[in-house]
Nanobody, 125 residues
Framework: VQLQASGGGLVQAGGSLRLSCSAS????????MAWFRQAPGKEREFVAV????????DYADSVKGRFTISRDHAENTVYLQMNSLRPEDTAVYYC???????????????????WGQGTQVTVSS
């Protein structure tokens, strides 16, 4: 599986962006697809995850109510709609996937075998 992330950019606080992550190859129903982010000098942190078949989602507390993860089955693409952006959301955002991770590990980057290249999101105050 190859992942291609896009959609980052510069936005003012309170604005919105939508990130996309296109996947090559077949995505099985048990696949978890997630977004992580990494700010300079900080560890990579979980943002949101979606299970492909059930569309069950989970979010980091810091983005609940502001970010929405979704998928387009026909396009093999997962999205991250980000609203009410804050300067602290500034980071490189990565999409990740894994077809067989244990559900309890879905918040941890080490659980994912496949990664996109990252897209920069910068929120100005």
């Amino acid at each position: 599986v190859q992942l291609q992330a896009s959609g980052g950019g510069l936005v003012q606080a309170g604005g919105s962006l939508r990130l996309s992550c296109s996947a090559s190859g077949r995505i099985v129903s048990n696949t978890h697809m997630a977004w992580f982010r990494q700010a300079p000098g900080k560890e990579r942190e979980f943002v949101a995850v979606l299970k492909w078949g059930s569309r069950h989602t989970d979010y980091a507390d810091s983005v609940k109510g502001r970010f929405t993860i979704s998928r387009d089955h026909a396009e093999n693409t997962v999205y991250l709609q980000m609203n009410s952006l804050r300067p602290e959301d500034t980071a490189v955002y990565y999409c990740a996937s894994d077809p067989s991770l244990i559900r309890s590990s879905r918040w941890f980057p080490t659980a994912y075998d496949y990664w996109g290249q990252g897209t920069q999101v910068t929120v100005s105050s």
